[in-house]
Nanobody, 124 residues
């Protein structure tokens, strides 16, 4: 089993950048598809980005394409979400998740392990 732990959230101004990290507690993420989801106040949790276990395939929700980048560390035990050109609508709690899937990793049911979340707030 593996327990994702997120870090790197905070308060930034619109147009700024932030880098989120997801570290493994227990087994590494080497054999898992990894995903980032977010939940804004009063809204359902939505998919943001995913990366395959090999790190060779990535997928993003349209609203963050060109601004966000998901990546894996060389040891495959850390996953990052680089967020650039942040907008107020990016404000949410961001969750890291791990799971086994042959799909794109954009659905919550593809993940078995979830982190506690980290708050990202983008001010106007």
């Amino acid at each position: 089993q593996v327990q994702p732990v997120e870090s790197g959230g905070g308060l930034v101004q619109a147009g700024g950048s932030l880098r989120l990290s997801c570290a493994a507690s227990g087994r590494t993420f080497s054999s898992y598809t990894m995903g980032w989801f977010r939940q804004a106040p009063g809204k359902e949790r939505e998919f943001v980005a995913s990366i395959s276990w090999s790190g060779t395939s990535t997928y993003y929700v349209d609203s963050v394409k060109g601004r966000f980048t998901i990546s894996r560390g060389n040891a495959k035990n850390t996953v990052y979400l680089q967020m650039n050109s942040l907008k107020p609508e990016d404000t949410a709690v961001y969750y890291c998740a791990a799971g086994f899937t042959n799909g794109l990793g954009s659905r919550e049911y593809e993940y078995s392990y979830w982190g506690q979340g980290t708050q990202v707030t983008v001010s106007s």
